[in-house]
């Protein structure tokens, strides 16, 4: 059993502080908002991640859980302190390090025993050095301390599997003893452990996270050329995903990538280069050809619908990808800005996120359910594959819609069930004959058919 503290409890810190309390750990979270922190003593969480509640909940209980604002306490019996503050990216794909900077000076200040500080904030490569500088210069007194890089590697809406079945633990630090420990912390996930210097573990979960941005936007352009040739980019995939080298992984075409992390990721470790005269050519390439997608989409639905003026366009999903309710970087946001734009009416639904969406994009008309939205639309756009939207009653949405028109941006329904229950329909790679036009019109759906 070790003393840890985690600073920051947004998705990475508190399934962080939480996975390592249920492993026996006696854990302190520090967050300086104090209603949040305030919400999480009441077991109330600030984010949604399946199964965070109950695991919070059950730590607090059995006291291995607290949360604090102050750094005083919460560093008091550490002998490791995680970072796990937000980066975000400027305007140019530079991280911004404000609250990297607050974490480190605040622990300097309050520290009063040798110290771990692990980093497992997303940072530039380098950063693990320039974090040492700040709290070596903001200790009221010399105490000894090292910093070890441990690059998070969660997916959101996955996150504690991930945790605590990780593919690797990385770790770097210029303190072979100090990355020991932090290892040793790490051993009952049963993961091979990769212990290497500061800037190559700040490096591989750039290249990770880039690397799987590239699948997609690949796969993403071999749709557009299924489109034009008439193939079927699922069964591309399909046949590709076999070969141990690609794996089916990652390999889903679409609406493309969005969320907190791939897209700041990918921008930040173009930005590194550029600075460094490395002219990121792949990367430029990959966030081009992510930006396309939501264009793709409006031109998609423009091609089925004519003048989008006046016309009902229901979003089915909002948040950036199934089981979470984070809107941050939505390509289904970007889309509705962008049917705006064009004079179109935007309704939407999304199973947990219409409220906080509500509150950001009040121009949009939230639907209770997804029948509710499909009534009087001119056309459905799919912009997040949550499984509910899977499983719907689709020739009763046929019946409700205006014009049975569906653009499928994330490839969840199969074009020849579309065509025989009466829709016009396309998605990406998919619903396009050897013409590289959409299917033909639909043949009138039979009535045993429509019973489906
Ligand atoms: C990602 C990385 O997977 C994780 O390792 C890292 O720590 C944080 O960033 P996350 O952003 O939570 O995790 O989601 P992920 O499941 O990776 O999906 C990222 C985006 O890619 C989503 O917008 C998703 O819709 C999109 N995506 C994913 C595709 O468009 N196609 C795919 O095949 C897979």
Redesign the pocket.
Known sequence: MKNLTVVGVGHVGLVTGACFADLGNQVVALDTDQDRISGLQRGQLPIYEPGLEELVGRNLAAGRLRFTTSYAEAVAEAEFVFIAVGTPGGAEGEADLKHIRQAAESIAQAMIAPLIIVNKSTVPVGTGDWLADIVRSHQRVSIPFSVVSNP?????GAAITDFMHPARTVLGSTDARAAEKVAQLHLPLRAPIMITDLRTAEMIKYAS?AF?ATK?SFINEIANICEALGADIKEVATGMGYDPRITHH???A?L????S??PKDVKALAYMAAEKGRHPQLLQAVMEINDDRRSLLVDKTRELLGDLRGKVIGLLGLT??PDTDDLREAPALEVAQMFSSEGARIRAYDPVAMERAAELYPEIQMASDPYSLAAGCDAIVVCTEWNEFIQLDLRRFHDLMRQPVIVDGRNIYDPKQMARLGFRYVGFGQGYGPDGMPLSEPEPARQEERSL
Do not use: D, S, V, W
């Not at 998070?152 to 959101?156: K, N, Q």
């Not at 493309?256 to 969320?259: L, P, S």
């Open positions: 998070e590697f969660l997916r959101e996270n799987l997609i990652f390999l889903e679409g493309g990538y969005g969320g992390c791939f950036f990808k």
